[in-house]
């Protein structure tokens, strides 16, 4: 007999919040550049003691993860972390939207302002479904799939090597069909 595999979750965004909530301003857009758009979002990582968060900036042109943290707690700190790593390692960030749901990180003071100092502009999902924030729900579901980040991990150690691991190999290896089989570094440094 064949049984289903029992799927374990955590929900990761709270979007009833008291900060403001920006619109979706990448809706209709055509995006043929890198660093043209970033996705966010945060996914859980298992480990034995509970769950870990692994916050994700992805390019939208190249597939490429520009920025993540692993945390141990859904606080702000592990998306500023990601968001700083990816903003340090940019080459040419004018005219970018950062598009993300409306979870309370996001949505947060302190995020939106590191955003604003940066005159990256804010783009979030409307009506708080994963189809307008699908590539961010599409590259979880790659780790976690195909890079074994699914798994449940012996420690926060543990979790963060397989981690860093799998989105070097994502960023390196993984070639995409939306990139005419090429990698996701080979498209953001051959467009850049």
Not at 1 to 20: A, G
Not at 47 to 69: E, N
Not at 133 to 142: H, K, S
């Amino acid at each position: 007999m064949l049984i289903r595999r029992k799927k374990y979750s955590s929900r990761t965004t709270n979007s009833y919040h008291r900060f403001y909530k920006y619109g979706n301003s990448i809706k209709d857009l055509t995006i043929n550049k890198p660093n043209q758009v970033w996705a966010s979002d945060i996914t859980y990582i298992r480990t034995i003691k509970g769950f870990c968060y692994l916050a994700l900036i992805t390019d939208m042109y190249s597939r490429k993860i520009v920025g993540y943290d692993l945390s141990d707690s859904l606080e702000l700190k592990g998306c500023v972390r990601a968001l700083n790593k990816a903003i340090y390692n940019a080459k040419n960030i004018k005219k970018l939207i950062h598009h993300s749901d409306r979870g309370i990180q996001y949505c947060s003071n302190i995020y939106t302002q590191i955003l604003k100092r940066k005159k990256i502009k804010i783009s979030m999902t409307e009506e708080n479904h994963c189809y307008e924030n699908a590539l961010a729900e599409r590259v979880n579901g790659i780790l976690k799939d195909e890079f074994y980040l699914d798994q449940t991990f012996t420690s926060v150690v543990h979790a963060k090597k397989a981690t860093k691991n799998a989105i070097k190999l994502y960023n390196s290896k993984r070639l995409h069909l939306s990139l005419d089989y090429k990698t996701p570094n080979y498209v953001h440094q051959d467009a850049a």
